[in-house]
Each structure stands twice: as C-alpha cells, then as structure tokens.
C-alpha cells in the first residue's frame, strides 16, 4: 500500500502500444510520478522501451510486474478484450489502476473490476483523458455556476479519418469492443456526461457500417436525454470523406478546399497497399512504443488532448448564450455580446487525469472517473448498440453523477 506522505508513485505500464505512446509524455513531465516499470508480450518492443528507461524494469507478464515493488500504480493499456483479466491481477496484488477506456467489454466485467478494487482497497480509475481537458472543465464550471442560466442543449459532431488508418485486428474484428464506437466513443459520450453532470436518462441512436471491407462500426448516430432535462446529439463518422475541423477553426468566410493530396489521405493510403495484406498489420505495429510511426514528443503540449477535442465542433446552449470551442479556448455568444474564454497553458488532459489520481491517491481525495463512473459511460454504448439492433429508446440504470477530484 502506499504511504500518504510519499510524494513520487511508481508507475508501471501494461502493454506498449499507442495508447502508451500517448500518455507516455505526461508520465514523463508529471513530478508526482516516475515511470518504474513496463510489461510486454513482444520482446523487441519491451527492449526498445528498456533501452529509452534504463531505470525501468521490464517484465514479460502482467503478474511480474505486479510483484514489482517500486510500482503503486499500474496503467493498463492493452486492448480491450484483456482489460478485465489484466485488472484483476493488478487489483488482486493491491496496486491501483488506471485502465484505458472503455473500462471492459461487458457490464459483468465491468461489475468484477469495481468489487475486486473495493474488496483489495485500492483505487480503480479509467483514462478518459480528454474529459479532463481544459475546455470540458471549463464548459462544467459553466453549467454548474449558472453564469449563463441553465445549460440546455449539446450538440457535438466528429468527422475523422478514423477507420482507414492503419488499425490493429482486434479494431477491426466485429462485434462489441471494437469499431468507432467502442474506440472513440467512450471519450466522446463521456465529455458529454462530464459536462453535463452525468446523470443520463436514456439513449436512442444507431450504429452504421458503410464501407463492408472494413468489417466494424465507422459512423454513430446517438440522442442522449439527461435526468435534468438535457439534451444531447452525438454524431461521429470515421469515413475520411468530410472533415469537421474547419467548424471549429473557422472558415474566415471562405468554403476551402483541401490541399492537393490531402483529402482523404488516410484513405487513399489503404489503397495503395490493397495488394499487400501484410501493410496493415505492420503499419499498426509501427504504432506501438518505438516503432517509425511513434511521436512519443509533440512539440506542442497544449495540443495533445485539445488535438482530438477540436476535430469537429460543439456547441453547448445556456439560457442566455451559447458556448462552443474555439482553437484558443471556448467561445462565447451572449444575449448582447460575443467573446473567448483563453484557456491556453493551462495543461493537457492527460495532465489533469494523473494529477486527480496523485491527489486520490496521496491525500484521499475523491477520484473522478472512477470505476463507477467508467461503467456508467460503457452502458450507453450498450444501449447504443441495443437502440441500433431494436429501434427503439434505450432507458439507463447505472449512472452517477459527476465528482470533482
């Protein structure tokens, strides 16, 4: 267990993929913690990663490094089918957990991950990071204060590349876990409950495959209803036709087209190695810790979660304006006057998701996006999946309100 005084928490990382790759950064510049360990199942990756941390010990198996003594909080990156077994052992060996989203495949997993970490007593969190970005905090600082009446309506679209970029076969195998909607979904849907507050009602959407050869879900459709009267439109496609950035960068009155090249270029790629049906698969590899498609160090901290966040507009309408993103912050149009929120250097939401943990863990504060909260956002995807196989409006029983750390 951990002493409460102890300032530095040894992390140990489990599975050296790219959703690693993407935090590694913030363990790296967070003075709370040092990276203490790594578990792999690829040999080469696990040297690569030992070769960049000397000081890290590396171990071929999740239960290794959960003897590991220097560590006290375990990241759990592998993919999702894994999640609930690999929590287990960590749980079972009394170290904390940061688990990828979504938190598990089924509500049942889901259920034995919070007993297991409330039974071992350690703490057991998800990293939906970009719920903790600047501009999500600062829209539920908005909602919360009343400054602008009540908050009423969220409508957020996501147009990405998503689906033709270079994707594991566990994203691209069908059924639930996989697809856009259990991969980016869990962060879409719980930005929206964390501004919001959490306590959704129902759901009804659908679920869309356009493109066979890609086998899995690429586009989303969802109507969430919150207790409060709130409602919110969550629509994301993953095609690389149309992208939705622009709406939030602004077109400074032009309707531009991309440069040449450009346009659906994630695409255009895939089908230039149609003929080599190992491309895929290795471009995927290239993802995980220190392969050629690895970028563990934007040069630009602030962009690293606002980089996703902004890939399409939101719009949140109060009683007396509406607030949408902007590249800089959010963007105000009052009742009588329009103006921006800066929110730049104020941290990425990485940063916030470890710096909430540190303090749960040091000093016993509450810990956001808990296990609780984790499975009340994978239960609209269920209902997701349940409202497109059913044609019909899903109602919710496993929400809970929103908890600052």
């Not at 929110?343 to 609780?372: E, S, V």
Request: charged fraction near 25%; aromatic fraction near 8%.
């Amino acid at each position: 267990m951990i002493d409460k005084k102890q300032r530095f928490l040894g992390i140990g990382i489990v599975g050296l993929g790219g959703a690693t790759v993407a935090m590694l950064p913030a363990f790296q510049r967070n003075p709370g913690f040092t990276i203490a360990a790594a578990a792999d199942v690829d040999a080469e990756v696990l040297a690569r990663f030992g070769r960049d941390f000397p000081r890290a010990q590396t171990f071929r198996s999740v239960a290794e490094l959960c003897a590991c003594p220097e560590v006290d909080l375990i990241y759990i990156g592998t993919p999702t089918r894994l999640h609930a077994e690999h929590t287990d052992i960590a749980l079972s060996a009394k170290k904390h957990v940061l688990i990828e989203k979504p938190m598990a495949v089924t509500l049942a997993e889901a259920d034995a991950m919070i007993d297991a970490a409330k039974r071992n007593g350690v703490l057991l969190g998800v990293n939906v990071k970009h719920s903790f970005e600047p501009r999500v905090q600062k829209l539920r600082a908005l909602a919360q204060s009343g400054e602008l009446g009540q908050l009423r309506m969220i409508h957020s679209w996501r147009y990405v590349d998503w689906l033709y970029r270079p994707r594991s076969q566990d994203e691209l195998t069908p059924g639930w876990g996989a697809g856009i909607l259990w991969r980016q979904g869990p962060h879409h849907i719980d930005f929206l409950r964390t501004i919001g507050g959490g306590m959704l009602r129902s759901v009804r959407g659908n679920c869309q495959t356009l493109d066979p050869a890609r086998h899995v879900t690429g586009a989303y459709t969802a109507f969430l209803e919150f207790e409060n009267g709130l409602v919110c439109t969550a629509v994301c496609s993953g095609y690389d036709h149309f992208n939705s950035r622009d709406y939030v960068r602004g077109f400074r009155g032009e309707t531009p087209l991309t440069a040449a090249g450009q346009h659906a270029k994630a695409r255009r790629t895939l089908e230039a190695h149609a003929n080599d049906p190992h491309w895929e698969d290795n471009a995927a590899a290239d993802e995980r810790y220190g392969g050629v498609s690895d970028e563990r160090v934007p040069a630009d901290i602030n962009a690293l979660s606002s980089g996703w966040l902004l890939s399409g507009p939101l719009v949140a309408s109060f009683e007396r304006g509406d607030v949408r993103f902007s590249a800089s912050g959010l963007i105000v149009d009052g009742d009588r006057e329009q103006w921006e929120i800066s929110l730049k250097d104020q941290g990425d939401g990485r940063d916030g998701r470890l710096n909430n943990f540190h303090r749960a863990i040091t000093q016993g504060a509450a810990l956001p996006a808990d296990g609780r909260w984790g499975k009340a956002t994978q239960e609209v995807l269920v209902a997701l999946e349940r409202s497109a196989e059913t044609h019909a409006e899903i109602q919710l029983a496993h929400q809970t309100p929103f908890v600052s750390g």
